[in-house]
């Protein structure tokens, strides 16, 4: 009987292709958590076959141990935006603490770089939904370290950043704009580079991982395609699509008067209070998103780094570029009659789950 991997996230934009990937094979069966187990994404999910839903809260122990009991393995992928940065960081230990009460063997945590941490504390970089799931990640690494607990559980750390396909999706950090025919990407970069992820590589790092225990047990695999840069990115989409674009580089202060936030004065998670002292506005959160990639530079220097070379050996077919992902992207769709990318640029569509929810939601 294929072992159950119990997946907290399962409906966002990474949890699809994760599951997808776990299951595809009948290696693995799969029960996801989501508030609304009739909902298209879980309909989605639940067609895959060997996938079956729980409905409920990542904000409930009572939940979560119903999730936890049973299966053998977790991907626990908490949604900072829904949350907030401290009530991600309580459930998130909440999670580790109950898949080792409940006997879960292997446990893998979707996360974001600790920015802060790797900036040496410099408070221009504080990103709330990055440190968030950044201190977790590093605790759950310690936690690993303990004997008592080792012995019991593994675990693994998936280190992401902004999907690929966030460069041309509705209401992400990096939609683009239509200007005289052309596609603009008007964001505050400078002359940095962003840790840019493909979802479809989502699907065969964390199977890898579920699949190489030995190997992957207290790593922490941090990926990305490429570091970025929205000149060379821009070229891409010219040259594979035939369309012209551009990179305009533009302050804070005219992305946070034209952006695609506004002005940014509401809370970072749609259940976070700007009341309590602790929840940063959108505003802050992203000022301090932008300033880690205008940081963060190609061949790997600056802020944030990955290592290519690792990723290479384990994922020896992935993207590499944003050209070989717009090339990738462009065949697909003639093959499957889907819109092309300056199609899908012309008319911006949800990637995220918090964009095709509005923002409606709740724990």
């Not at 804070?252 to 002292?277: E, I, K, R």
């Not at 929840?279 to 530079?297: L, Q, V």
Request: aromatic residues 12%; proline residues 4%; glycine residues 10%.
């Amino acid at each position: 009987m294929a072992p159950l991997v119990f997946v907290v996230g399962g409906t966002g934009a990474q949890g699809i292709p994760v599951i997808r990937g776990l299951v595809k094979d009948g290696a693995y069966s799969v029960r996801f958590l989501t508030r609304d187990a009739t909902s298209a994404r879980s309909k989605q999910l639940l067609a895959l076959g060997n996938v079956e839903a729980l409905e409920g809260s990542f904000a409930s122990e009572a939940d979560l141990r119903k999730g936890f009991r049973g299966a053998q393995y977790a991907f626990v992928n908490i949604d900072g935006f829904n949350s907030g940065e401290k009530t991600e960081i309580f459930w998130a230990i909440r999670s580790y603490e109950l898949a080792l009460e409940e006997g879960i063997k292997f446990f893998v945590y979707g996360n974001l770089d600790y920015v802060y941490k790797k900036s040496g504390y410099d408070p221009k970089f504080r990103c709330g939904h990055y440190d968030g799931k950044g201190r977790i990640g590093e605790w759950i690494l310690q936690q690993n370290k303990v004997p008592e607990n080792a012995k019991r559980m593994g675990a693994a750390i998936f280190t992401t950043g902004p999907y690929m396909q966030m460069a041309l999706g509705q209401r992400t950090p990096m939609s683009p704009v239509i200007e005289d025919g052309v596609v603009t990407w008007k964001v505050p970069l400078g002359q940095g580079a962003v840790a840019h992820v493909d979802l479809d590589d989502c699907e065969y790092y964390v199977r890898w991982l579920f699949d190489h225990q030995y190997r992957s047990n207290g790593l922490d695999l941090e990926v990305a395609i490429d570091l970025v840069d929205y000149h060379e990115m821009a070229k891409a989409f010219t040259k594979v699509t035939g369309h012209p674009a551009k990179y305009v580089d533009i302050d804070l202060d005219t992305y946070w008067t034209s952006g695609p936030f506004g002005s940014g004065q509401h809370a970072a998670g749609y259940n976070a209070d700007l009341s309590d002292p602790s929840t940063m506005n959108i505003r802050d959160n992203f000022t301090g998103f932008w300033n880690m990639w205008k940081h963060t530079h190609t061949g790997n220097r600056g802020v944030i780094k990955r290592d290519f070379a690792l990723l290479d050996e384990i994922h020896p077919n992935r993207i590499k570029s944003a050209e070989e992902w717009f090339l990738r992207e462009e065949k697909r769709s003639k093959e499957l009659g889907l819109p092309s990318l300056w199609e899908r640029a012309t008319n911006l569509k949800p990637v995220l789950k918090i964009a095709e929810d509005g923002r409606r939601g709740r724990l």
